[in-house]
């Protein structure tokens, strides 16, 4: 066997692969240029599909004239929305289930960049050259752009649905009254509005497909599709093609982050392509086209209200939104939580009462309200009280950390029901918040912030002591389109030890080969590196939900382990067999059978799958395989602590981020390597949202942000360099404890970041800015507070 | 995102080049390192019929010190100037602009002189050759021009280049002993143009005083902007505190840029003014005199 030991673990019982940092299985072909992604697919007679988009983000379509794109050599066909009217494919429901959105425009457009019609060439240049010819009549009309306006519903945006208002939904949780008065009640109340900006997942591969429709009309579907099984039954649902007759299939994808958990319309015209011209299609998007038509993310308005007492217990937590949602409530959340996991909001503190509510609106902008590298809207949720704890610190003038620790929901008194209604699993907030303030030297930095502020130098230090929600989820609560958020596994050991694995979740870089295999060849003792790990296809794979919402290792992952159980009972008898005892007599030990009380009687997983198909015994059923559906218990909830320390330039508004300190409990770890890569990956990405990142639309409803240029992806030498470490408080409900990590990073360090820069600025009476906190944005707050000073 | 059609010749010489502009006339563009002009291409910003391609011509490849210039040939590329240990040594504003240039990709492809024919106003290159004195030197069938480089960038993306001209070299006069310089710039990230950039090169007497003065501005107008009055008032100072914030006022009220993205007017006047402040304590600090308060 070749797993890689790690020497320095010597702690805890003796695992094969489990908490070791085995290298990922994927990354030589990924590291060779040979991964297989949609765009690497070319089929014989395969046309290309270019898009024509909207330059308005509000107009009538008087007409439409396709003669010049149809006269470019080598197009084929120019569909728009009247078309797909007379098809009754017009319309796309969206995951949430509160809307359908348009898939090319019927009547009207909505925002800038929506697409009109859908061209069909032998090439992508034809196809390109096409598409700027098509020739929209548009009359323009004045765009909503802020939800503050959409509400006062001067101008109905959706004519289509029947309630004339912009007003999409109410969500409320928790206790309205309660809250109140207790607020009333306070010796302190502090309220801002923290805005948690527009921003893009931004994955590097765009989306994309190919349709074909195969010689007895079935649909083979590639597609950068996170959950491969749920498009295949929504593409069922909106064109009626029974769903054996569909096939799709997710290949490598190049990073997901929630942008590709949506059906776009992109891929509905493919199909109808594929469809009429009897060929097959690809359609890649642009760079240009995946920032501003596809999934975007937050654009959470968040009025938050925390009350205490003067030593800074906390008394209650209101919160009020208001959601932008753009054109279509296109936001993937389960059908029962319209603002997703919102309702985390309480945090990892004990709020006695609390009240969070929502009202969302559209506007004149791109749809979405993506789970950005987040288990819905736990970012919004986890920004929203880590920075109001922070402006209640200032307020009170108390050292954050010890605010937090005055607050904390305390080890011993997991699970824990939150004030919002979560079950929350197992946690030691404390504890990893103390690791990480001595790890970063918490003490000492803070006596060289106050010699800095002696000087009149700008230091900060910013704490997020985040909790998150992930691994939806219990079917009595979790739905998408009505099916429930259950996943599914199933192992196939081959005669000679090795075996398959499939999962109905689709990795996009987190590593699910190896890390699947790690969790299998634990349970089963056998080689990770011969456990092969297939995803993605809906013709092989079990039906699961998909990768997004860190569910896959709380979800799949337990389906997993407890397939491999499945597998090993299974064993057990054959392994009897072979032992010539009962199989009541037989235990699994150090990763092999043996006889109760004879540890010399004894044979390995190998050797009984080679019997399971040559000398299963009998009345053993021959073969070695289980399949598993797995509904959990509960959700899980990782939690870390972070701390940011950063300096701040008051002539330019700089920010440097000195250090940053993540500790991330995810409870056990299978790959550690593998961990600390997606907190690293996490990280940056909370860096830019935190610094750079914005999807901003002009009052005139263009999107400002429409390429690499302007929608800022750091690189290495903005990134700080990250410090890592981990507590391990493992889930009680979790086969192997485990709780998922990849998104933890994303949805904790954003107000870490924010943290640090207003403790920075705290001297100076500035409370609160919200992200992207740009040079100009610092700089005006210095400015602007100086100048009050100076005033006063 | 792909460019529409276009026609592609590969010149050998200046003289191609020069043949296949003469021919094609304002249908044809010149492709130096192609990192302005094919993302606009892309995009469809730019619709030229005809490339003409530098990246053939070996002989205007080159950097070399003559005439008391350092001559930096069409086809040289940034990275050229960035490993070159005497510009390093001697030429520290170029040095300083060199390194701030979008990202490494793009420095090993991209020219200097193509930068100045874009005539782009957040191009870096434009306020290092102001306030260094550079001259372009451009050919035609009629033979060679020098070119002042205040009146080379006559406004955005536009120079005073003729049609059926080629820029075949850019020279910055060699700095002497007691000559240096800094560039500053603001970016929001690697491979960012300027939120706000400067460029200051100083020369000093032996009493200490400055003789020359180059300042000025990317991302501050319609071309870069040479600051004339910090020029003037800098020559014959001393580098104190007081005259450094004088002179970066001036960049403050001279700059004129526009809002967008990466800040608002307000923002960039005044970071116009920081960085030439910055620029000029950096260049005193290499000539070696610490800046008097
Ligand atoms: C991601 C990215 C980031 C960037 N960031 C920056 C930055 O921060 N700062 C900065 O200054 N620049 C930046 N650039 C631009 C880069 O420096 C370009 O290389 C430079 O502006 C143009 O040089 P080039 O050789 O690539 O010219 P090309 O793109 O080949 O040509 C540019 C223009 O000049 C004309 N031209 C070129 N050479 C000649 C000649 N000899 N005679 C006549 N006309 C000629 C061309 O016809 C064309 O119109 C960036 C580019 C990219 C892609």
Redesign the pocket.
Known sequence: MSIETDATNNAGPQTLTMGKGMKRKEDPRFLTGNGNYVDDMRLPGMLYMAIVHSPYPHANIKGIDKAAALAVPGVKAVITGEDLVAASLAWLPTFHGFDKQMVLAVGKVLFQHQEVAAVFAETREAARDAAELVDVDYEPLDPVISPFDSMKDEVILRDDREDKTNHIYHWDSGDRDGTQAALDDSEVVVTERIYAPRCHPAPLEPCGCVAQFDAMGRLHFWVTSQAPHVYRTAISLVTGIPEDKIRVISPDIGGGFGNKVPVYPGYVCAIVGALILKTPVKWIETRTENLTTTGFARDYHMDVTIGAKKDGTVTALKVKTVADHGAFDAAADPSKYPAGMFGVVTGSYQFPVAFAELDAYFTNKAPGGVAYRCSFRVTEASYAIERGMDILAQKLTMDPAELRRKNFVRKDQFPYDSALGFTYDSGDYEGTMDKALNQIGYAELRREQAEKRARGEYMGIGISTFTEVVGAGPSKHFDILGIKMFDSAEIRIHPTGTGIIRTGTKSQGQGHETTWAQIVAEELGLDPQNLLVEEGDTDTAPYGLGTYASRSTPVAGAALALAARRVREKARKVAAHLLEAAAEDIEWVDHKFQVMGAPSRSVTMKEVAFAAYTNPGEGNEPGLEASLYYDPPNMTFPHGAYIAVVDVDAETGEVKVRRFLAIDDCGTVINPMIVEGQVHGGLTEGFAIAFMQEIPYDEQGNNMAPNF?EYLIPTSVEAPVWETGSTVTPSPHHPIGAKGVGESPNVGSPAAFVNAVMDALAPLGVTHIDMPLTREKVWRAIRDAQAAAASD | MFPAAFDYIRAHSAEEALAALAQHGAEA???????????AMRLRL?R?AVLVD?GGVKD?GYLREEGGDLRVG?MT??VTLERDANVRARYSLLTDTGA????PV??C???V???L????P????GAAALASRAVMVARSASGERLIPIDEFLVDSFQTS?EEG????EVRFPTPDGRTHGSYQKI?RKV????TAAAAVQITLGDDGRVTHAGVALTAAGPRPVRVDAAEKLLLGQLLTEDVIRAASEEARIVSDPFADTRGSVEYKKDMARVLVARGLRASAARLGTGVTA
């Open positions: 240029m | 563009r010149i492709l130096a390192g192609g990192q302005s002009l094919i993302p730019a030229p530098l205007l069409a590329r940034d701030v240039i979008a990202d793009v420095r492809l991209g020219t002189v193509g930068s024919c874009h005539g782009d957040s191009g870096d290159w280049l001209e080629l820029a075949v970016e491979g960012d143009y300027a």
